[in-house]
């Protein structure tokens, strides 16, 4: 493990962010990160705030006065990753979703109460989906060998079989509460007690069964009582909510019933399930004032022992044996420093009770493992099953500001900063920690756990969580954090294999996320940097491409033939004539008919493709330089073929409405620029199309190429917004020191440098990524920007027509590549 960077709190005169206690934190799959602190004013009055942050902008970070009233005890993601539930100590309950569907935007709607009853675990209701990890099977080549559904029920479900929303919280008075949210937006509350005899409960954890239940497992903190279990069953009756709640059996700590530890750790700290969706597992942390002891328990059926004056009256065979459900202790460790803090992976690796040999072997992997943090500042990365220790992380490194030099600074002494707050990402690959001064700390964690692998089984662990991410659709931000400019080009390669390998239909489903996957690898490498303009450019041509094919309509509405889309795909893809008129007159050109205001609507759409055919042909005769944007299109016969179609289109819209053609600057007002660019578009499609033989363009077509800059005017295109991110500037055993509500001055590194030359330079006049409209140097209007790619787009849809909105529609929740949006000050750069 090692620091990738550090954020704090700068000093204000009247206020400060102290951290909360107790300290919650969590982050999600889209890799945001919630964690609460106390705003303190001069008057000693507190403020609960709770912060948002994505990973790759943790300096802009959105703090909301979450109007508790008192300390903030839980956070807990939904499975989304765009929701989030807080949870205090008066017992009340928020629901925060995002306003605008931006990241750094967020508004409490809905909530619950149960007055006067601090809440001490909390979750969401489980939707039924559960993918296994099978890294065993990495190596396998269909997707459906390495992740697997496995068969599992939701918590409640509505008519039809669909999941319904909602929460579960336990409350310290032994109390368990479930919140439904109704499709109307009603929510539909009930509380229970988890058993007649209701007690203190200073610790508790919920997890799920396969079979739609919920399991409670509670602690009043004392390790000399036992630690309880309870199954618990929501159903709606009449309109109501109700629960059923079953004592399941319970379990004594294995350091208590030693003699000579008795009394040695006498509470327990905590109290975790090893998975949301694994009730089977749980950790049990006991401490002392100055160490601690961590236990591993699992629940298994035995069978029960039948008496043998039993067994010659009705003897006992095979199935019929009466089994019992029994806790049974894993693993234990020696006496350890004072635990502050547990993080639980969230990869669902499957791993049974009989696995422990795993740990014993040479397969160290991410997800096999838990964090431990201790108060002299160390983590540690654990086995799950076994408790061996895997990774371990020294906070004795001081990281160097991203605005100053590295300076020495002096040993401080009193208490050791160690983390309150822990959580690892969902590839288990980083980890964030929020210490008792109330600084936030990356780390990395190898996937090879600090033993030694080769370079070929690296990249296949990385490999492994790429194509994970690629099929649950979860941010691979934390994957990035290991990929060295070296492995780019192989990794690339590899996911691209891997990717074809597949069927037909998933690789239209994946078809976009692998783009946005590649874009962002190739960020990493000045070697391949120049395809990240591609990989974008093929993402907006393919949106480009299903939208203006989905305004086409079929004269007839009963008509059985192909969707006009289909029809102008085959006609283009049969008649190879260089003509543009000869391919429109076989198509039915009603079907292309659009209301005027609309056409004109989609110009700026319409430009963008006509100049960039024009680019890539103007680009030809310079193909053997990979480093310049569009190479890989001239080489790419469904793009080409795509690009064909929709200038044919274009053609047809031109005869309807002039205006709205893309406007080129030629040396001569006779000539037809349209018919000229997909003459020469046509000829180097033949070349390189799918169905036919490919070959290399001749000499003709690219002395032709070369005229092209002399007969018209070629545009210089915005490939790239630009990207203030981390992860391409972040560089091994050098942390940053970052400031919260500060942008820093983050160093370039070497694949940053080239990709400047292909973005607009700082004071030139700014661009809408996805409508295509310039903005000016100076925005008035409000932006918002991508967190994953920095495509910036304008918070308002300045137009109004039907077409305009079907496109914007399209990025309401997420970017082109799939990221989160974030809104941006007016003077972004």
Known sequence: MDL?????????????????????????????????????????????????????????????????????????????????????????????????????????????????????????????????????????????????????????????????EGWIAVT??????????????????????????????????????????????????????????????????????????????????????????????????????????????????ASSQMSSIVECWSLRKEGLPVNNVFQQISPVVGDKQPMILKWRILSATNDLDRVSAVALPKLPISLTNTDLKVASDTQFYPGLGLAL???????????????????????????????????????????????????????????????????????????????????????????????????????????????????????????????????????????????????????????????VCDYHAKLFLVAVSSTLKSLLRPHFLNTPDKSPGDRLTEVCTKITDADIDKVMINLKTEEFVLDMNTLQALQQLLQWVGDFVLYLLASLPNQGSPLRPGHSFLRDGTSLGMLRELMVVIRIWGLLKPSCLPVYTATSDTQDSMSLLFRLLTKLWICCRDEGPTSEPDEALVDECCLLPSQLLIPSLDWLPVSDGLVSRLQPKQPLRLHFGRAPTLPASASTLQLDGLVRAPGQPKIDHLRRLHLGAYPTEECKACTRCGCVTMLRSPNKTTAVKQWEQRWIKNCLCGGLWRRVPLSYP
């Open 4 to 164: 990738a960077y550090v954020c704090e709190w700068e000093r204000w005169p009247k206020s400060t962010h102290c951290p909360s206690v107790p300290l919650a934190c969590a982050w999600s799959c889209r890799n945001l990160i919630a964690f609460t602190t106390d705003l303190r004013n001069d008057d000693q009055d507190l403020t609960r705030m709770i912060h948002i942050l994505d990973t790759e902008h943790p300096w802009d970070v959105h703090s909301v006065n979450s109007e508790h009233s008192e300390a903030i005890t839980c956070l807990e993601w939904d499975q989304s990753g765009s929701r989030l539930l807080s949870a205090d100590a008066d017992g009340q309950i928020k629901c925060w979703s995002m306003a605008d569907h931006l990241a750094n935007s967020w508004e409490s709607h809905v909530g619950s109460l149960v007055e006067g009853d601090p809440i001490v675990a909390l979750s969401w209701l489980h939707n039924g989906v559960k993918l296994a990890l099978h890294v065993e099977k990495s190596g396998a080549s269909s997707f459906g060998e390495k992740f697997s559904r496995v068969k599992f029920s939701p918590s409640l479900t509505l008519f039809g079989g669909k999941p319904m």
């Open 373 to 531: 943090a201790f108060h002299d500042g160390s983590v540690h990365i654990v086995h799950r099953l076994s408790l061996q220790s895997m990774a371990v992380f020294y906070s004795s490194a001081t990281p160097r500001s991203a605005d100053e030099p590295a300076i020495k600074r002096p040993r401080t002494t009193g208490p050791a900063v160690h983390f309150k707050a822990m959580q690892l990402s969902w590839t288990s690959l980083a980890l964030v920690g929020i210490d008792n001064h109330g600084k936030l700390s990356m780390l990395r964690i190898s996937p090879s756990m600090g033993h030694t692998l080769d370079v070929s089984l690296a990249l296949r662990h990385l490999l492994f969580l790429l194509e994970y991410c690629m099929v649950t659709g979860y941010d691979w931000w934390d994957t990035l954090l290991h990929v060295q400019p070296g492995m780019v080009q192989s990794l690339v390669e590899k996911l691209h294999e891997e990717y074809t390998r597949q069927n037909a239909a998933l690789q239209q489903v994946l078809s976009t996320r692998i783009l946005a996957m590649k874009a962002s690898l190739c960020k990493l490498s000045p070697c391949t940097v120049a395809r």
């Open 172 to 285: 310290v008075s032994g109390l368990v509460t479930v919140s439904l949210l109704k499709p109307s937006g009603q929510v539909l509350t009930s509380t229970e007690s988890l058993c007649r005899l209701r007690g203190r409960v200073a610790l508790a954890d919920i997890a799920f069964t396969g079979g739609g239940n919920i399991v409670v497992a509670t602690a009043d903190g004392s390790s000399a009582s036992p630690v309880q279990f309870y199954k618990v069953c929501v159903s709606v009756v009449s309109e109501k909510c109700r629960i059923d709640t079953e004592i399941l059996p319970s379990l004594f700590m294995r350091c208590t019933t030693d003699l000579n530890r008795k009394d040695k750790f006498p509470a327990i700290t905590h109290l975790k399930f090893l998975a949301r969706d694994m009730s089977e597992q749980v950790l049990l942390c």
